[in-house]
């Protein structure tokens, strides 16, 4: 003890409402570094002087301040907190209270989390939070969501958080972490509250911290779901009707032969009728109608025969179309998952374990998640001295993952061809009298659109092809091991010094098998092919840390934390393939025997880094925060390797000073700024992989005629170095009549330089990019937070919650040598604009002969495609996003609701320009968008539609221009919760101390310009020729003993 | 007894920190190798330094090698032959299906004359990559050098780097003849830097030929007679300049360069051309890429050469998806004596296939039924071409390893042939000699000229040309050498890609990519014409 008044011994016990003792509290003297933690039976000691004031706080509950007031014996009740961890939120290398931290980080409860009925937890973050932005591709059970913090920072580098899991970096698969086992998340999102991390928090920190037991006695949790999955987005407005579709090909075919070949309406009603069962000139490939011979199926007027009927026989088989899509999607798709946790503490330890299984079906069979899940998490005081624990955890994944879900144009993708392709193919075969045909082998027999199983016809569109029956008998599984350990011992020096040693091990290891069937589609040609890849990924991460805390003449708190810190990576990778499979169940290599093909190679990465941070306040009024890094990385030439970080931070409690203690309504009123700098060494190729060596030029090797050929594979620049990030961060933090009004509203502006950027060379030198730092890009913009207890008693509390980012993209510097500006392909890079903008042929609109036009520089029209000018669309990343939400609970019934939203962008809607397509044909058999109706035909005035005419040969109609950006505002119904806690006084007779009933509906509705756009893709384009997301709707039970 | 505990701890820590800095020198295993890596390699054994040259080939199959610049995968991008595939779909032999299966549709409907075509992408990375290989290798060993081995590797690279000019001047320049002065493309010298690069403009067609020509004339110089399959030779140097020289009508030496060059080697038989063929190195090739059936582009599957282009392929897109033909009217030409009727399949009036090369009695299991290879899957469009044999002459192979011919003395003999016919020193009836020489002896034992006048001779040769080397690639730089129109209405092209274009039209020429002109602007691009209309004619 340090001068001050004279001390006396108190002490007391902590319970929560329950009277259960909270083992773990902390109880501090405020104004002081001194306090304590409650052992068993949550009784504590200490000593403070009589007039003091304990602050007693606890994870997961509201903190409560005890004036001494003279007395020896506290007993405090601690209430539970839905916004308890408000008070003390993880941050980088440990905790803080919030109040003292000076950096800018948001923290998703576990509540928020757990209410989500997600497979990864990135897809739980969408709304929750400002200046957390969340897209994703692909809606297949299992796969990560996109997340990005305050923005693009990178060219070529990557914008992936760091994911830090309990205190060290993580590196197995994010959906391979039960979310029933997350007590928080902290998003970092300034550089103050990140440089630490250095080399890798360039773009943002997201700790995830798993539960700890939190009463002395054992509690047990249990909690089973039950529900069903199906598509969240809808498909896009197309023709359904055969007919009506037949008419529209008969339209792009009679519109071409009247206005080219100069038929009259009758000789083009023949003409079609000589060309729509062909593959050519815009025909269709297939018969489906039925109508007298001699006659055509498209008269003279454009419509089709009144005596055609659907349904064609021609030889052994009957011709009817299928709705491809209700065939296939919305079956079954049964999602479960039951946890199982069982955590408490004592003086001495503190354990938390679970169970978990999961099984979510998605919404394509085949497509199925399942994961094994299990975490044992204990720390122990094993001395006075030295505390030590472990958190082990360890996942089984089965992923059954159908290849080529997400590529456009692939005849494998069942989202690609149910969406594109034509009301009137069948999807089965079927027999003349009308039933499904069988095989020899007792498959169903679908239909692949080619002669290859005895069919007259050939489809036009992706013939060849039947994703049905690559989905009943084609196989592709990957089965992850992801065993992830945390262990670490802490010795407490002297006096407030205390030495940490954290060892982190994730091993992520996937075996991928995948089988494409020796009977039906492409491989059968070869018998099938069987493919098997192991990965293997090691990586080893060491942290020694030196801590000091201290306060000097009671109201100089300093905390300081030296360290070092080192990470070893190792990817390993085999793989394997075979062709001519013997039996076709069994997916090993040793099951096919011809053309063998086999690789393996590995990959290793290293980082270390020394860093120091210092924390001082005084009087709990005013914080200062520093830290420091020296980080290298073996991505860089041993020249450029190490780079230095770190940042400085100030803030001020204002509502402490006395001017405004004595107001009543003002609960916190706190202002802070930083600044900081971090580093980014993610280079990924072009392709999207990582660069483990961008410095060094690589070279492959190859095998000709026998010989060893080496080539150049990679232009690498020796040069190269960190890319660097300097971010502003100011803010306001406030709380007004006990919470009725609280929040935070932060200013930042984050400057990326030195960039790490492919800088385009010119392609004759023989490679086309290398890496250089280069250039500037700004992210800045404004994140407000507001949260609000409009109405809390005893059994009614109703919060609203909503957040707000506003977000401005800038290239501040291009390299010199590209005079400003940078055109790729679709893309434009200009320096002073967004780096989200196109450069794309603009509409204008359609001709006095129907056919597209597009502007010349000199603002006139051209009906030439290739010779019109390209023009920048300006900005097109939504200025504003977030979410909202409302929670009420009343009685023992508990409901909330979340939205996400985004305003103010636009996105290029690839699926609608392939959907306007003219009929040509590369793209005959291809569905249309209603709005085909509305194309200008034969005798219509020019300027009496935007839509293009329907021919066969206008091969430019639907190609890329501004006429296909759309507006990518959303609102999201990310999630709608209803819950029934039986009270506690029925349920405590069967010894059960909480049972909640509930319904869970997740990715309810989304809202968007038009049917089908889903712009939570990407911020440039989307597509429906991806896994679409998927809604779920559970019933669960929650039960703790 | 605790401060010892403590005191290990700390030490245990700070040993910890020490130990690891020299892990930071990481370095990959397998996938790829640095600089550095090779460097070691090369030092002890110097033999491997090789494998630095065979790359000149290696990259003319590489499968995939701009996916990392394009940012996405092609799957026409599978080496040369896809160059000759696009070239031979931009003229009038070779209609295939206007489909969306078809990988060179743009160029049959030639929409790949823009600053943003994958394809134009492709074409202009691929040459130059391979430029710029030659380049290193000719940086590395001097001119003045006196070790055989290297001045053997120095020629290899000079002669492909005019390989590289002599297809690029054709691509982006109309012929040399009255076009001499314009703009063609950009020359690396094998010292440029990459900053010297973004400021180099186009040079004249004239000085790309004087580079060609100054470059072939040192390969041949110091190029052993004869060397490894597939690898570049002195003869393969001839016929390179024989190939410029007829550009450039010197005819003379165009005819002397391809009698050198066909010294040895010996054109297909009769008897040879008399079943579906040209899919391994023989001795009529001169230079061709070798296959493996263990390289990436055979393990692909379907992204290679014979995937497209040879219709007795157990796994491709010929035939049934993007299957390619002969011109019908083309085929109409062939006299029934000659052999070369046989390569392309027809259906007579019941629809029975006629196809004298193509062994009938083939059948194949598929799917569990025998299928006759006349009944097989989509062989439905007449004019299919049955040239080229599958892999191992083994019908229905689905191993696409067949060798790709990128010169064969055939085409020597025709250079030949047309130099001595329209030579001052030589005659058409010199020149009608030596074709009827040819053909009679290898294809058509009736074959007689009757070309009276240059300009019937020069068509009756093209003519040969057309069939002969019809699908190897030669046929665009013919109707650009010869400014031939291009007809394709009233023939078997899809009426989608039908149109009648005239000589030297303004969508010949290629379009440099933007990636180039961007940056380096002083790389001016050919004017961008608009794209052919379905039914257009002159």
Redesign the interface.
């Given at each position: 003890m340090f001068v001050g008044a004279q001390n006396r011994q108190i002490s007391g016990t902590v319970a929560n409402p329950e009277g259960q003792p909270i083992v773990g509290a902390t109880v501090v003297v405020d104004g002081t570094s001194a306090g304590t933690t409650t052992g068993s039976n949550g009784k504590f000691t200490l000593a403070a002087p009589a007039d003091a004031t304990l602050t007693v706080s606890f994870i997961g509950y509201q903190s409560q301040q005890i004036p001494v007031a003279g007395k020896t014996s506290l007993d405090v009740v601690l209430a539970e907190d839905t916004q308890a961890i408000d008070d003390v939120i993880v941050v980088a290398y440990g905790t803080t209270k919030k109040e003292a931290f000076t950096g800018s980080a948001s923290v998703i409860k576990t509540d928020d989390i757990a209410k989500r009925q997600v497979s990864n937890v990135t897809n739980a973050l969408s709304g929750v939070t400002s200046g957390v932005q969340v897209t994703s591709t692909n809606g297949q059970p299992g796969t990560d969501a996109t997340v990005r913090i305050r923005g693009i920072g990178s060219f070529s580098a990557s914008n992936k958080p760091l994911y830090v899991v309990d205190g060290v970096p993580y590196d197995g698969q994010i959906s391979s972490i039960n979310t029933a086992d997350i007590e928080s998340l902290t998003v970092l999102k300034d550089a103050a509250a990140s440089a630490i991390y250095g080399a890798r928090g360039a773009n943002g920190v997201i700790l995830i911290t798993t539960k700890r037991g939190k009463s002395s006695e054992a509690v047990i949790t249990v909690d089973a779901k039950w529900g069903s999955n199906s598509r969240a987005v809808p498909q896009y407005d197309v023709i359904t009707d055969p007919g009506q579709y037949m008419e529209l090909v008969g339209q792009s075919m009679s519109t071409y032969a009247q206005l080219l070949r100069g038929f009259t309406p009758e000789q083009a009603a023949q003409y079609i009728e000589k060309n729509v069962y062909t593959n050519s000139a815009g025909g269709v490939g297939y018969r489906v109608f039925d109508y007298p011979e001699g006659e055509t199926l498209i008269g003279a007027d454009g419509k089709l025969n009144p005596n055609a009927t659907l349904g064609y026989v021609n030889g052994d088989y009957l011709f009817l179309p299928d709705n491809w899509y209700d065939e296939l999607f919305d079956k079954g798709n049964l999602r479960q998952e039951y946890n199982v946790s069982i955590s408490g503490n004592s003086d001495k330890i503190n354990y938390y374990a679970s169970l978990g299984y999961l099984d979510d079906s998605g919404i394509m069979s085949n497509s199925g998640f399942t994961r094994y899940s299990t975490r044992l998490k204990a720390d122990y005081q094993a001395k006075k001295w030295l505390k030590f624990g472990a958190n082990v955890s360890y996942s089984n994944v089965e992923n059954n993952n159908p290849t080529n879900q997400t590529s456009s144009g692939s005849s494998a993708n069942i989202f690609y061809l149910t969406g594109m392709i034509a009301p009137i193919y069948p999807l089965y075969i079927r027999n003349a009298e009308g039933s499904v045909a069988k095989d020899s082998h007792g498959y169903t027999m679908y239909d692949f659109g080619d002669t290859s199983t005895g069919m007259p016809y050939k489809r036009t569109f992706m013939s060849g092809s039947n994703p049905a029956s690559m989905w009943e008998l084609d196989k592709a599984t990957y089965t992850y091991d992801d065993f992830s350990s945390r262990y670490y011992a802490t010795v407490d020096i002297y006096k407030g010094l205390k030495f940490t040693y954290n060892l982190g091990v994730d091993l992520s290891a996937y075996r991928y098998q995948r089988l494409y069937n020796p009977y039906y589609g492409q491989y059968s040609k070869v018998g099938g092919v069987i493919y098997v890849a192991n990965k293997r990924e090691l990586a080893l991460n060491q942290q020694q840390l030196l801590n000091y805390s201290g306060t000097f003449a009671d109201k100089h708190n300093i905390d300081i934390l030296v360290g070092h810190e080192t990470y070893k990576w190792k990817r390993s990778y085999l793989q394997g393939g075979r062709e001519k499979i013997f039996n076709p169940n069994v997916v090993e290599l040793n099951n096919a025997i011809s053309q063998q093909s086999n690789d393996s190679y590995t990959d290793n990465y290293f980082t270390e880094g020394y860093f120091a941070q210092v924390n001082y306040d005084f009087d709990g009024k005013y914080f200062i925060s520093g830290s420091y890094r020296r980080d290298a990385s073996s991505r860089f030439h041993k020249d450029h390797r190490w780079g230095d970080f770190g940042s400085v931070g100030a803030s001020w409690i204002l509502s402490k000073e006395n001017f405004l203690s004595g107001a009543e309504w003002l609960d916190l009123l706190k202002i802070k700024a930083s600044y900081g700098v971090q580093g980014n060494d993610n280079l990924l190729y072009q392709t999207g992989e990582t660069n483990y060596y961008p410095y060094a030029d690589q070279y492959t090797l190859s095998q000709l005629d026998g010989s060893f050929a080496t080539a150049l594979s990679y232009k690498g620049n020796k040069d190269i170095t960190w890319e660097t990030s300097h971010s502003i961060n100011a803010g306001v933090e406030f709380s007004f009549w006990q919470g009725r009004l609280a929040g935070n509203v932060e200013y930042f502006n984050r400057r990326t330089s030195d960039m790490l950027y492919y800088m385009p060379s010119p392609n004759s030198i023989g490679y086309a990019y290398y890496p250089t730092n280069v250039g500037s890009v700004r992210n800045s913009g404004v994140e407000i937070d507001l949260n609000s207890t409009v109405f809390r008693t005893k059994n009614v509390t109703w919060t609203l919650n909503a957040n707000l980012t506003y977000l401005k993209n800038k290239i501040i510097k291009l390299d010199e040598s590209l005079g400003g500006e940078w055109i790729d392909g679709s893309r434009i890079y200009r320096e002073g604009e967004s780096m989200y903008q196109l450069y794309l042929r603009k509409y204008a609109g359609v001709n006095e002969n129907g056919q597209s036009t597009w502007y010349l520089a000199d603002g006139s029209a051209t009906t030439e495609y290739a010779q019109a000018d390209r023009f920048t669309t300006g900005d097109i990343l939504p200025k504003v996003y977030g979410g909202f939400g409302t929670t009420l609970e009343f009685f023992g019934i508990d409901f909330s609701i979340a939205f996400a939203y985004q305003l103010g962008g636009k996105v290029y809607d690839n699926t609608y320009a392939s959907l306007m397509h003219a009929g040509t044909a590369q793209t005959a058999g291809s569905n249309w968008h209603k709005d085909i109706l509305r194309a200008w035909k034969i005798g219509d005035e020019a300027g009496s539609t935007d839509v293009p005419r329907l021919y066969t040969s206008d091969t430019n109609t639907n190609s890329m221009s501004d006429r296909f950006l759309i507006s990518s505002n959303y609102l999201d119904i990310t999630n709608i919760t209803l819950g029934y806690t039986l009270p506690s006084s029925w349920t405590r007779k069967v010894h059960i101390s909480k049972l909640r009933l509930y319904m869970a509906a997740d990715n309810v509705a989304l809202f968007t310009k038009r049917q089908g756009l889903d712009p939570r893709q990407s911020y440039t384009a989307a597509g429906s020729y991806r896994y679409a997301p998927i809604r779920t709707i559970s019933g669960g039970i929650n039960l703790t003993f | 007894m605790?401060t010892i505990?403590?005191l290990i701890?700390?030490a245990?820590?700070?040993l910890?920190?020490a130990a690891?800095?020299d892990?930071?020198?990481?370095?990959?295993?397998?996938?790829?190798?640095?600089?550095?890596q090779?460097k070691e390699i090369y030092e002890q054994n110097p033999e491997?330094l090789?494998?630095?040259v065979?790359?000149l080939?290696?990259?003319m199959i590489?499968l995939l090698a701009?996916?990392?610049?394009?940012?996405?995968q092609l799957h026409f991008d599978f080496g040369y032959a896809a160059v000759m595939l696009m070239m031979d779909s931009w003229g009038q032999d070779m209609p295939s299906?206007?489909?969306?299966?078809n990988w060179f549709?743009s160029s049959q409907?030639m929409?790949d004359?823009?600053q943003?075509s994958p394809l134009g992408?492709f074409i202009?990375?691929n040459l130059?990559?391979q430029?710029?290989?030659a380049?290193?290798v000719i940086a590395t060993v001097p001119a003045e050098s006196e070790d055989a081995p290297s001045l053997n590797f120095r020629g290899q690279a000079l002669a492909v780097r005019a390989f590289d000019y002599l297809n690029l001047v054709q691509l982006y320049q109309y012929t040399y003849v009255g076009h001499e002065n314009e703009l063609a493309?950009?020359i690396?010298a094998e010292t440029?830097t990459?900053d010297e690069?973004?400021n180099?403009p186009r040079a004249t067609v004239a000085e790309v030929y004087e580079q060609i020509l100054s470059d072939l004339k040192e390969a041949i110089a110091i190029l052993p007679e004869t060397g490894?399959?597939?690898q570049v030779n002195r003869k393969v140097a001839y016929g390179l300049r024989a190939r410029a020289h007829l550009l450039m009508q010197n005819y003379d030496q165009a005819y002397d360069d391809a009698v050198e060059a066909a010294k040895g080697y010996l054109p297909y038989s009769i008897a040879e051309v008399s079943k579906p063929s040209f899919n391994a190195f023989n001795h009529a090739w001169l230079w061709g890429n070798?296959i493996?059936?263990?390289?990436?582009v055979v393990?692909s599957?379907?992204v290679n050469f014979p995937a497209h282009m040879c219709s007795f392929t157990?796994?491709g897109y010929s035939p049934?998806?993007s299957g390619r033909y002969i011109n019908s009217q083309l085929y109409s030409r062939i006299p029934d004596t000659d052999v070369r009727k046989g390569w392309w399949a027809t259906v007579d009036e019941d629809g029975q296939w006629v196809a004298p090369n193509v062994d009938w009695t083939w059948a194949i299991t598929?799917?569990?039924s025998a299928y006759n290879i006349a009944e097989w899957?989509?062989w439905q469009a007449p004019y299919l071409n049955v040239k080229f044999g599958a892999y191992n002459d083994l019908y229905d192979n689905?191993?696409n390893a067949c060798d790709i011919p990128l010169m064969r003395v055939e085409e020597m003999l025709l250079i030949q042939a047309e130099a001595k016919g329209l030579s001052q020193n030589g005659s058409v009836a010199e020149g009608k000699a030596i074709l009827e020489s040819f053909v009679q002896t290898y294809r058509d034992p009736s074959y007689t000229c009757t070309a009276s006048s240059k300009e019937e001779f020069i068509d009756a040769v093209w003519f040969q040309r057309r069939i002969e080397l019809w699908g190897e690639g030669q046929s665009w730089f013919d109707i650009m050498r010869l400014k031939k129109p291009v007809h394709r209405l009233g023939t078997n092209f899809?009426?989608?890609?039908a149109w009648n274009l005239p000589a030297e039209a303004s969508i010949f020429p290629l379009i440099i990519?933007?990636?180039?002109t961007?940056?380096?602007?002083a790389?001016t691009n050919n004017p961008?014409?608009?794209?052919p209309?379905?039914?257009q004619t002159y």
């Open positions: - | 605790k505990y403590k701890a700390i245990f820590g700070a910890a920190v690891c800095s892990d930071l020198d990481t370095r990959p295993e397998g996938d790829t190798m640095t600089e550095d090779k491997k090789e494998a630095d065979l790359s080939y290696s990259s590489e701009i996916e990392d610049w394009y940012g996405g299906e206007d489909s969306s299966y549709a409907d929409t004359r823009t943003t992408y202009w990375n130059y990559k430029l710029g290989l380049n290193q493309v950009p690396i440029m990459n690069a973004k180099n490894v399959s597939g070798v493996s059936e263990t390289n990436d393990l599957g379907i157990g796994n049934g998806y598929y799917n569990g899957e989509d689905a191993t899809e009426s989608t890609v990519p933007e990636a180039e961007n940056v380096n602007p790389c961008i014409a608009a794209a209309q379905a039914g």
